[in-house]
């Protein structure tokens, strides 16, 4: 997804890069038809969130790109990459608005579920920046971060409500990562298989 949405912002200038870039991309999903995303029967309700950014990670307007992705139980139910609106000063800005998108989208599946009769409080928000956290808990330091958009505050009040509750994670546990930027082999089909993306064929 994040290879894809980085060669669209292209499509109206590319040059012999961009379409090496998407031959490279046809040739994987050649090479990986039988692979798909699994939901198993037995899995657990309980609702989770990764959030992750790449820090200036355009080369030409040095925006971020906000990844976020939730599963339900083992099952990988929503996802997203893009490019932040605004360029950030700084990696724990960069990460607490791709926070303040995963919380925003946790919220309107809460109310999915309960729609279904399921009621979630305080679904884990999993984030591998500790000052980004930090910006979720403390009053004090939102005092030295007016620069950073309001609307991005609201998570705030979202973890005081118990709605979610923002969490570290390790880096190389950070299931966002693949949504933001590009991970060397072993770290792709990691994260690729612990997000629930497996060769049916397999299981079958």
């Not at 060669?7 to 998407?22: D, I, L, T, V, W």
């Not at 279904?116 to 939102?142: E, R, W, Y």
């Not at 950073?148 to 950070?174: A, P, S, Y």
Request: charged letters at 20%.
């Amino acid at each position: 997804m994040f290879v894809v949405c980085l060669c669209a912002r292209y499509q109206a200038n590319s040059k012999e890069s961009h379409f090496k870039a998407a031959k490279r991309i046809l040739k994987y999903l050649k090479g990986t038809s039988s692979v798909g995303l699994w939901y198993p029967s037995h899995s657990a309700i309980h609702l989770i969130g990764y959030s992750d950014s790449d820090f200036a990670g355009c080369k030409l307007d040095r925006k971020s790109t906000s990844g976020t992705c939730h599963l339900l139980g083992s099952s990988l139910i929503s996802w997203h990459s893009k490019k932040q609106a605004c360029v950030a000063l700084s990696t724990a800005e960069a990460e607490y608005i791709a926070v303040g998108s995963c919380c925003a989208q946790i919220l309107w599946l809460k109310q999915q579920l309960a729609d279904f009769g399921l009621q979630i409080s305080k679904v884990p928000l999993m984030c591998d920046n500790t000052n980004a956290i930090n910006l979720t808990k403390n009053q004090i330091q939102h005092s030295w971060t007016k620069h950073i958009e309001i609307r991005h505050h609201f998570i705030r009040d979202h973890v005081n409500n118990g709605n979610c509750e923002v969490k570290f994670v390790e880096t190389k546990l950070q299931l966002a990562d693949i949504f933001t930027k590009p991970l060397p082999k072993e770290m792709f089909f990691f994260v690729r298989n612990e997000l629930g993306i497996l060769d049916l064929h397999n299981l079958s």
